[in-house]
């Protein structure tokens, strides 16, 4: 039976990366490729207990209210500096993204983004079938100078997004100067800026830097990738006007979010003593993990790979020399290690040499393995 997609769905790019996942699932291939935190890192434990105490009330298996369990977003509110009534949680922050994408654009009007781009969120306004502007992303972050030399030419874009903390996938983390010259644009042109941040605690390396300011900035964060991905608790910290909006949106959506996943990220993010501790080993983890993925990358690839230091976060975004990195894919599928093309992030530029690695997933001496398998791909290619 043949039936017609809609034109929102016609619009929306497939995610290389979800297709990866299927691939990096056989027996024998180390992963390099998706996003996902370490499982060996997961408080299984004390996850465990947060169950517990969870499934000890029963209205833990009620419905509960579209923007969350009071005492989550409480516990949110409390780590954001926040106040309560500007935080909806929801399905993972990606559900946040979709709904604003809903809420906020209409056909046609136009959403700035970074190139290459965060996935998710370039589909997610595609599926509301934005007009799409990228601009190549800077050291700093954001290019707020070619934001604003377009601006005073007379593009008015409904939204800016940007993931601000260890950018997916450059690694890039804003400046000072970046977010808080973004928040004025925002301010002087009446755009809405949202700062995606699911990585900003898992840095390891120098001073974290203020959130964007001003009241024109959407916030959203994610417990998945400190906690656990399974919760599926994310957040958007906006205007209590905004939080409305996507709230009555929201119960078209799915009605509520589970009440029992969030009273355990509830409990596990009001236990901040040990949120800290946990966080702060992850950190260390994280760091020694990306240390052995950039060893291994001078080890087995040196003179033919350049590659940002990762600071934090999870990803390595790399450029091989005169490689078609979506060509080399296959090769290295065939030695048993996986990676995303950068061809997969582009949405203007080609980024046909860059690639996605992701050292938060694998254990050093694997990484250093996978280094090694992607490096005889590339003689073979």
Same mark, same amino acid.
């Given at each position: 039976?043949?039936?017609?997609?809609?034109?929102?769905?016609?619009?929306?790019?497939?995610?290389?990366?979800?297709?990866?996942?299927?691939?990096?699932?056989?027996?024998?291939?180390?992963?390099?490729?998706?996003?996902?935190?370490?499982?060996?890192?997961?408080?299984?434990?004390?996850?465990?207990?947060?169950?517990?105490?969870?499934?000890?009330?029963?209205?833990?298996?009620?419905?509960?209210?579209?923007?969350?369990?009071?005492?989550?977003?409480?516990?949110?509110?409390?780590?954001?500096?926040?106040?309560?009534?500007?935080?909806?949680?929801?399905?993972?922050?990606?559900?946040?993204?979709?709904?604003?994408?809903?809420?906020?654009?209409?056909?046609?009007?136009?959403?700035?983004?970074?190139?290459?781009?965060?996935?998710?969120?370039?589909?997610?306004?595609?599926?509301?079938?934005?007009?799409?502007?990228?601009?190549?992303i800077t050291g700093a972050g954001t290019n707020v100078a070619e934001l604003e030399t377009r601006l005073r030419s007379g593009l008015r874009?409904?939204?800016?997004?940007?993931?601000?903390?260890?950018?997916?996938?450059?690694?890039?983390?804003?400046?000072?100067?970046?977010?808080?010259?973004?928040?004025?644009?925002?301010?002087?042109?009446?755009?809405?800026?949202?700062?995606?941040?699911?990585?900003?605690?898992?840095?390891?390396?120098?001073?974290?830097?203020?959130?964007?300011?001003?009241?024109?900035?959407?916030?959203?964060?994610?417990?998945?990738?400190?906690?656990?991905?399974?919760?599926?608790v994310g957040w958007m910290q906006a205007p209590p006007s905004i939080v409305g909006m996507v709230e009555r949106l929201r119960q078209s959506?799915?009605?509520?979010?589970?009440?029992?996943?969030?009273?355990?990220?509830?409990?596990?993010?009001?236990?901040?003593?040990?949120?800290?501790?946990?966080?702060?080993?992850?950190?260390?983890?994280?760091?020694? $993990? *990306?240390? =052995?993925?950039? +060893?291994? #990358?001078?080890?087995? !690839?040196?003179?033919?790979?350049?590659?940002? %230091? &990762?600071?934090?976060?999870?990803?390595?975004?790399?450029?091989?020399?005169?490689?078609?990195?979506?060509?080399?894919?296959?090769?290295?599928?065939?030695?048993?290690?996986?990676?995303?093309?950068? $061809? *997969?992030? =582009?949405?203007? +530029?080609? #980024?046909?040499?860059? !690639?996605?690695?992701?050292?938060?997933?694998? %254990? &050093?001496?694997?990484?250093?393995?996978?280094?090694?398998?992607?490096?005889?791909?590339?003689?073979?290619?």
């Amino acid at each position: 039976m043949s039936i017609p997609p809609s034109r929102a769905l016609e619009s929306i790019r497939g995610s290389a990366i979800r297709d990866l996942l299927a691939v990096t699932e056989r027996p024998g291939v180390l992963s390099l490729a998706g996003g996902l935190p370490a499982t060996d890192l997961i408080p299984t434990g004390r996850i465990a207990v947060a169950a517990q105490r969870a499934i000890a009330d029963a209205s833990a298996l009620q419905y509960t209210a579209s923007t969350g369990v009071a005492r989550c977003r409480e516990a949110i509110a409390h780590l954001q500096c926040a106040a309560p009534e500007q935080i909806l949680i929801t399905h993972g922050s990606q559900q946040a993204l979709s709904l604003l994408a809903q809420a906020l654009v209409d056909p046609g009007s136009t959403v700035v983004v970074d190139d290459p781009v965060y996935v998710g969120a370039l589909q997610s306004f595609q599926a509301v079938c934005a007009r799409i502007v990228a601009l190549p992303i800077t050291g700093a972050g954001t290019n707020v100078a070619e934001l604003e030399t377009r601006l005073r030419s007379g593009l008015r874009p409904r939204i800016v997004h940007t993931v601000s903390n260890f950018h997916n996938p450059s690694g890039v983390t804003a400046s000072a100067h970046t977010r808080i010259r973004l928040a004025e644009l925002a301010d002087q042109y009446g755009f809405l800026a949202i700062e995606d941040d699911p990585y900003g605690a898992l840095r390891f390396t120098g001073d974290p830097i203020d959130p964007i300011p001003g009241d024109r900035v959407i916030r959203l964060g994610s417990a998945s990738k400190i906690l656990a991905p399974a919760l599926r608790v994310g957040w958007m910290q906006a205007p209590p006007s905004i939080v409305g909006m996507v709230e009555r949106l929201r119960q078209s959506a799915d009605l509520c979010g589970s009440a029992f996943s969030q009273l355990m990220t509830a409990d596990l993010l009001s236990d901040t003593g040990w949120l800290a501790d946990h966080v702060d080993r992850l950190c260390a983890q994280y760091r020694v $993990r *990306a240390t =052995a993925l950039t +060893d291994a #990358l001078d080890r087995h !690839l040196g003179g033919r790979i350049d590659w940002r %230091p &990762p600071e934090g976060g999870m990803f390595c975004w790399a450029r091989l020399h005169d490689v078609d990195t979506s060509n080399l894919l296959p090769a290295a599928l065939y030695q048993g290690v996986a990676f995303v093309p950068g $061809r *997969a992030f =582009a949405v203007s +530029d080609d #980024l046909g040499e860059y !690639l996605r690695l992701s050292f938060a997933t694998l %254990p &050093p001496a694997e990484l250093d393995e996978g280094v090694r398998r992607l490096a005889t791909a590339l003689d073979h290619l």
